[in-house]
Every structure is written in C-alpha cells, then in structure tokens.
C-alpha cells in the first residue's frame, strides 16, 4: 500500500519560512513524481509544483516561481516544500500527493493527510 | 493560462438522483482531465482519469465523458456517501490546474 505521510501542523509569522515534508513508502520512491497541491480555507485545490526524484527536477506554478523549492531526498525517500516569505494568504493546508504510474505525472493517485500552514502575527 | 471552469457552484439533490456536473477548459486538453472527489477534513480521492476510465475500486455509478474543452462528470443514482465537493484537473504540459469545485450538497 502506498502512503505519504505529512509532517505536522505549522504556525508561522508573516515574513518567516515554513518547511513541510512528505514520506513516501509503499513504492519505488524514486520512480514517481511528488507533487504539492494546497487548500486555503473554504477554497478549492491549487496545484504548488512537483518534483521528479530520479533527477531532481522541478516544476513550479507560475504564481510560486522564486518563492517555493521543492526538493526529493532519496535517501530518505522524503519529499520537503519550502515557502519563504509567508503572508497571510499562505495559510492553508498543504498536500503532498503522486501519481499511480511510474514515470508519467498526469493525474494524483495517492494524498497525504495534509499538512496545516497558519500564517499568523 | 488555461483555466477550469465548473459548473455548477453548488448544485442540491437527493438520494437516487442523476446529478452531472460540467467542467470547461479555456484550451483543448484532449482527453486529460481527471475528477475527484474530496469530503470536510480529507484530501481528495482520484474518481476518473483520461476523461472517463474509472479508478480501481469506484462505484459504476460515476462516470465521465467529453474531450478537447468540455467534459462532464456524472452520478447516475446519488448515494448518501457522494454527498462531497468534486473538482476537475487538467494536465497540459507539465501545467496542472483545478476547476473551482462543485459542492454537492442534500436537497
């Protein structure tokens, strides 16, 4: 069975960073994308960016270019998101989430349980 | 960028009802769109992929259809359990987007 399993719930101050992270087990980790996908409160998903763990490469939601970085430590087989300069509107709930299918990034197959971001002063 | 468009917002039914739900892409997307189903609290479960194959282990209640800019989501006899928000998903080049969301709520 697959499973990603989230760190835990984060208070922040605007202006601060936040670190979340993602481990994997269940699969190969380093044959399937990792993805992050985030909730604001009372809102829809909004896909952040993802990660190729074979070869590190990453793609980013135009809006979180040069805010976001996500990174794949294979020897942990963990996935971490870091976003810097936390506003209030970066409150929200955090999901890792990957694809069924090796190599191929269309479609999230397997969630995390989320993590929560509070971005408060 | 492309965008998602779902309609409706909300829609309200009962139990045994056929609901569909529309998702419309501001660009042809072939045939990748997705449809999932999310409940209060959790993350959301993958229902259909590439437009209308079902996901292992979901009802044949839900399916999907379309293709290029309008695809739709179905339920064709509602069941306590679907009572959740459904959202589309497109890939198109390594960009992923969601619709708004529909809340499917109790009549």
Redesign the interface.
Known sequence: EVQLVQSGTEVKKPGTTVKISCRVSGHTFIDYYI?W?RQAPGK????VG?VDPEDHET?Y??KFQGRVTIIADRSADTAYMEVRSLTSEDTAVY?C?SP?TPHV?????H????SLVTVSS | DLQMTQSPSTVSASVGDRVTITCRASQNIGSWLAWYQQKPGKAPDLLISKASSLESGVPSRFSGSGSGTEFTLTISSLQPDDFATYYCQQYNSHAFTFGQGTNLEIK
Do not use: K, N
């Open positions: 993805h996908v829809g998903l909004e896909w993802l793609i939601a135009e999901y989430a069924g990034t269309r479609y999230f197959h969630w995390g349980q989320g």
